[in-house]
């Protein structure tokens, strides 16, 4: 079966961003957004957006653009894992970890086996709970507490 030009477009921005060829990636997903204007199919041409903003955020540093584009995708698709995938990477890029935990949740409510998901949950690592647990976690004292009794490596002294 021969694939669209947009599909191919896509096919090898993702094989850009694999490699970390990030301005590259960014452009092929942007020639598939284009080549995919004048047909119906919406659901490729917001998995596309939806790559697009991530690549935005990634190549570029154009965080909040980024952001907006990836919301709009999951507001359209909000069934997608691969969708909320890339919404929870740009937070992540912004630091905003409880926001990309909340996302990545959501779409592992769709699909408890989606790999990618996963993944992103692993590298994000999991939050010792607050020193003192009746306090907000960004309240001073938690914070001062929770770096008291974080052990410290010894410095090696050569």
Same mark, same amino acid.
């Given at each position: ?42 659901? @490729? ?16 540093? @154009? ?59 692993? @590298?994000?690592?999991? @939050? ?31």
């Amino acid at each position: 079966m021969k694939l669209a030009p947009s599909e191919r477009s896509f096919s090898r921005g993702l094989d850009a961003l694999a490699e970390g060829k990030k301005l590259e990636a960014l452009a092929f997903f942007e020639a598939s957004i284009k080549l995919e204007e004048s047909t119906p199919n919406v659901a @490729r041409r917001v998995r596309y957006t939806s790559y697009y903003g991530y690549c935005l955020a990634l190549a570029l540093g @154009r965080t909040r653009d980024g952001l907006s584009i990836c919301r709009r995708a999951a507001a359209s698709e909000f069934f997608s894992p691969e969708i909320l995938l890339n919404l929870a990477r740009v937070h992540l890029l912004m630091s905003q970890r409880r926001e990309a935990w909340d996302v990545l949740m959501k779409g592992l409510s769709l699909d408890p086996d989606h790999e990618g998901l996963r993944g992103e949950l692993r @590298r994000m690592g999991i @939050r010792r709970r607050p020193a003192i647990p009746f306090l907000e976690r960004r309240h001073p004292l938690n914070k001062v507490a929770g770096r008291m009794s974080t052990k410290r490596k010894p410095v090696s002294r050569k």
